[in-house]
């Protein structure tokens, strides 16, 4: 009896730990995939905006540091240093919107 206690608890102890290991590899799949990005911000910035984003980048991002040009980084890394640096820079959510579609157009694939 105590014996078969035991192999129930270590067995449902392997299937909770497998169960857990699928979620969190699923849950990383479902990360969005850099073409997605760069397809996302074409239909929703115009090139004039791209250009309003480059100049955005240029007077701001240079305050602290040297000018990382956008082949610098990935797509993957840039969204993650935006939402950083935009803070940092103090934009507001339109021009860091901006300049995240300057960015990521010419980031390094
Ligand atoms: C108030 C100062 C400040 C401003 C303004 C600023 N940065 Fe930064 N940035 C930093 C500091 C400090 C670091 C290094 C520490 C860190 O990564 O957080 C950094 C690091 C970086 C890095 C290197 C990160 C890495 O992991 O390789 C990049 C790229 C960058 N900034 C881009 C930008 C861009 C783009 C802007 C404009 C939206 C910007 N920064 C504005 C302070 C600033």
């Not at 270590?10 to 730990?17: H, M, N, Q, R, Y």
């Not at 239909?43 to 956008?70: M, R, V």
């Not at 934009?91 to 390094?108: E, F, M, S």
Request: glycine content about 2%.
């Amino acid at each position: 009896m105590k014996l078969t206690s035991y192999i129930i608890i270590g067995l449902s102890a392997t299937l909770f730990a497998c169960t857990a290991k699928k979620a969190t590899t699923s849950s990383k799949a479902a990360a969005p995939a850099a073409s997605d990005i760069v397809a996302e911000i074409d239909s929703k910035y115009t090139a004039e905006q791209k250009e309003e984003g480059k100049i955005i980048w240029q007077a701001n991002c240079q305050k602290c540091h040297k000018l990382y040009e956008p082949e610098s980084h990935t797509v993957a890394k840039w969204e993650n240093i935006l939402q950083r640096m935009s803070k940092k820079a103090k934009l507001n959510d339109v021009d860091a919107g901006k300049v995240r579609a300057y960015v990521i157009t010419h980031a390094k694939s």
